[in-house]
Every structure is written in C-alpha cells, then in structure tokens.
C-alpha cells in the first residue's frame, strides 16, 4: 500500500445513500451514517488530514464536517481535481500520497490522479472500472470507514 498524506473523499454516494430527501416546506434533509465519523476518527489519530470536496454546498454538509471536525472542506465544486492539486501543493504533499474516494462522473479525473482511489459498491460500474478498490458497503453504508480501514488496516493496534 502506497504511503498516504490525506485523505478525500465526496459526501453524496460516499457518506450518504445518493438521497436528497425534501419536506413540504423545501428543506433538505441527508442521511448520514455514523460509522462513517469513526474514519474521520481513525485518520485524526493517525495524523492523517481528511478533505471534504462535493459539488453541493448545503449548511447540513458543513454541519457534519464541524461536528467531526474535518481538517478541509470544500463545497460547490466545479473541478475536485482542481481543488485537490491547489490544496496537495498548499499542504506540500505530492497528489499521489492522497487517497480519493467519490461514486460519480464528477469524481472521474480526481480518482485517476491519486495514489489510491476507491468507490462504493453501488457505484456505476464505469467507476468501478477505474478505482484500484471497491467497498463491499454501499455509500451511506460506512464505505468511507471501509475505506479508512483498507488504507490503514494495521490502525487497531494503536488503543481502540
């Protein structure tokens, strides 16, 4: 396993189910799952950063990010490959000691550009053809912390 710097990763078919659930009032509500804040957890105490890049920018994102206390987020996206290639330079890190995990067509270049990508398993199969990895959980799931733990898998040793 290539050594990893940071970690990134898309919220909707990552983190939630690809739902956006809308009352009669118009707001939006998005289901997370909260194995998932165990890999932020993970990555904290391996001194690892962890960046948020999705295409939407909602409060209820930016909620979760705080709550967790994600190190970068970055909402309303045009260009994640952009974004990831402005923040690795920021951060001195070259973009293959990243990892990358999205479910989408916005994803496509960033997962090609990273040292390690992966998917979700209910991700379309044209994504599944360009990670190195493919979660068995399905976004929402905890595909990220599935993730966390296949980048890390020696991480239980250290107290949990």
């Known amino acids: 396993m290539k050594e990893i710097k940071l970690v990134l990763t898309d919220i909707d078919g990552v983190w939630t189910d690809c739902g956006m659930y809308y009352d009669q009032t118009g707001n939006e509500w998005k289901k997370f799952n ?35 206390k994600v190190d970068y987020l ?24 990243a990892a990358y995990i999205g479910d989408d067509i916005n994803d496509i270049e960033l997962l090609k550009a990273v040292g390690v990508s992966a998917c979700p398993n209910n991700a379309p199969e044209y994504i ?33």
């Open 34 to 68: 909260t194995y998932d804040s165990a890999g932020v957890l993970f990555c904290r105490k391996l001194n690892i950063p962890v960046g948020i890049i999705t295409g939407e920018d909602t409060e209820i994102v930016k909620r979760r990010a705080e709550k967790l």
């Open 128 to 160: 599944k053809k360009i990670v190195q990895h493919v979660t068995r959980k399905s976004g929402g799931e905890g595909a990220f912390r599935e993730f966390i733990e296949f980048l890390f898998p020696d991480i239980f040793p250290f107290g949990f």
């Open 74 to 97: 970055f909402q309303g996206v045009k260009n994640k490959l952009d974004t990831a290639q402005h923040l690795t330079r920021q951060l001195n890190i070259p973009l293959s000691k």
